[in-house]
């Protein structure tokens, strides 16, 4: 009867660790952020560059990532992770956040981008990545030219527990007027 108990509770004890050791192993996952600055037209005059936020594990096994699974308006497919945009306080010596889709809006339809959207959980293979989408940001709108800005990355979607920044990019390009005599006649 006690090695009856004994057993049981050492592997209660196991079974806590292992439990324990997989979400540890979990959170601790080696995923690599970068930010790219990619060129492209968008049809807005003056802003040629958007950014996206790339999260890429870095790590040798797979990494459990939640994502937004979605149908866009142009009806195509589309995967992105959770995340925020972060800008430099030069006066407090911090990041502050300075735009985030909230949480209960995450993979959400609206008219602009998801016609229809899951949360849903993939493995990330090493070497793979998965990205935010891509997001017009230039000075205007509360940003200067020179202002840094940062991704966020929520990679279990909770916007709280996990989150991996890339590195600092700054805001190099100011949208000139639309001018009329420049549009096609």
Same mark, same amino acid.
């Given at each position: 009867?006690?090695?009856?108990?004994?057993?049981?509770?050492?592997?209660?004890?196991?079974?806590?660790?292992?439990?324990g050791?997989?979400?540890?192993?979990?959170?601790?996952?080696?995923?690599?952020?970068?930010?790219?600055?990619?060129p492209?037209?968008?049809?807005?005059?003056?802003? +040629?560059?958007?950014?996206?936020?790339?999260?890429?594990?870095?790590?040798?096994?797979?990494?459990?990532?939640?994502?937004?699974?979605?149908?866009?308006?142009?009806?195509?497919r589309?995967? =992105?992770?959770? =995340?925020?945009?972060?800008?430099?306080?030069?006066?407090?010596?911090?990041?502050e956040?300075?735009?985030?889709?909230?949480?209960?809006?995450?993979?959400?339809?609206?008219?602009?981008?998801?016609?229809?959207?899951?949360?849903t959980?993939?493995?990330?293979?090493?070497? +793979?990545?998965?990205?935010?989408?891509?997001?017009?940001? =230039?000075?205007?709108?509360?940003?200067?030219?020179?202002?840094r800005?940062?991704?966020?990355?929520?990679?279990?979607?909770? +916007?709280?527990?996990?989150?991996?920044?890339?590195?600092?990019?700054?805001?190099?390009?100011?949208?000139?007027?639309?001018?009329?005599?420049?549009?096609?006649?």
């Open positions: 009867m006690q090695r009856t108990r004994v057993v049981i509770v050492v592997l209660a004890v196991a079974a806590i660790g292992l439990v050791a997989f979400y540890q192993r979990r959170s601790a996952v080696l995923l690599q952020v970068r930010v790219d600055a990619v492209a037209e968008i049809g807005i005059p003056g802003i +040629h560059k958007m950014y996206r936020g790339v999260l890429t594990n870095a790590g040798n096994g797979r990494a459990a990532v939640r994502v937004c699974d979605s149908l866009t308006d142009a009806f195509g589309e995967v =992105h992770v959770a =995340h925020a945009i972060e800008r430099w306080n030069d006066l407090s010596g911090r990041w956040e300075f735009w985030r889709i909230p949480r209960e809006a995450f993979c959400r339809p609206d008219p602009t981008g998801i016609v229809e959207g899951r949360v959980e993939i493995a990330l293979s090493a070497g +793979h990545s998965v990205e935010t989408g891509d997001i017009a940001i =230039h000075a205007g709108e509360g940003l200067r030219l020179g202002d800005l940062r991704f966020v990355v929520f990679p279990y979607f909770d +916007h709280e527990s996990t989150r991996i920044t890339s590195a600092a990019f700054e805001i190099d390009e100011l949208p000139t007027p639309w001018n009329s005599s420049s549009s096609p006649q």
